[in-house]
């Protein structure tokens, strides 16, 4: 089984490519959260979870999930992670966190994808994006086949770098970085709720046609990225920064 995590499409793209070469099926951890379905997946002999990097770990709301769900018959756990540049010393969270559950920690694999976080960053164009893509689907059939055999997934050496931000700087990151308040909405906002519908977390509401977000976040960037008026704007952040969605 592929459980898939989501904000504009990259972890969606990798794990269809790696199901597409096990023969496993996908779930979407986006629509679990959405509607708190924490309903006991069983009988799967391994688990492949393909997510984004948050500040150098997997997201915070699911690592909560998983701790959550029960597993059944589930022994092995494999974990894919993209992102812009790397995932500093995830692989000693995400270990701890099998033992845990219980899993045989399978490893964890880096696949370098497009940076989507506009709220800090800027996103490639159209036409980086796919050349870091097609850059990337070697690493990502590399990992799939890999995990197809039952091998382990070999494991990036953490420099100090690595340790300092995954230790220290991804809680510094969700106290004083990972908030909705200056999400807005300008006149382009057509009220066609896709944010509402997009969000992970249930944070957001149409209120007099435009959409209000409360103080549950966790900076997927779906919202602003999956705009189709691009009306939403992260304060001045992403202020004349191209959306990003996954172009494959």
Partial sequence: ???YFTGTGNSFFIAKKIANITGDGLVSINERIKKNDLTEIKDEEILIFVVPTYAWRIPKIVEEWILKVKFRGASKAYFVMNCGDGIGNAGKYISRMCKQKGFEYMGTAEII????Y???FKSP???????????????IEYTAKRIEQRENLPEKKSNLF??????LTNPAFY???VKANKFIANDKCIGCGK???ECPLNNIHLIGNKPVWGNNCTHCMACICKCPTE?????KKSIGKARYQCPM
Avoid: T, W
């Fill in 175 to 177: 106290s004083f970085i």
């Fill in 231 to 235: 009306a939403i704007e992260y304060g």
């Fill in 195 to 197: 944010c509402e519908k």
């Fill in 162 to 167: 690595d340790r300092f931000n995954s230790s």
């Fill in 113 to 116: 994808m497009p940076e989507n």
């Fill in 125 to 139: 164009g159209g036409e980086a994006s796919k050349k870091i893509i097609h850059k990337a689907i070697s690493q």
């Fill in 118 to 120: 506009i709220a800090m």
């Fill in 1 to 3: 089984m592929v459980l």
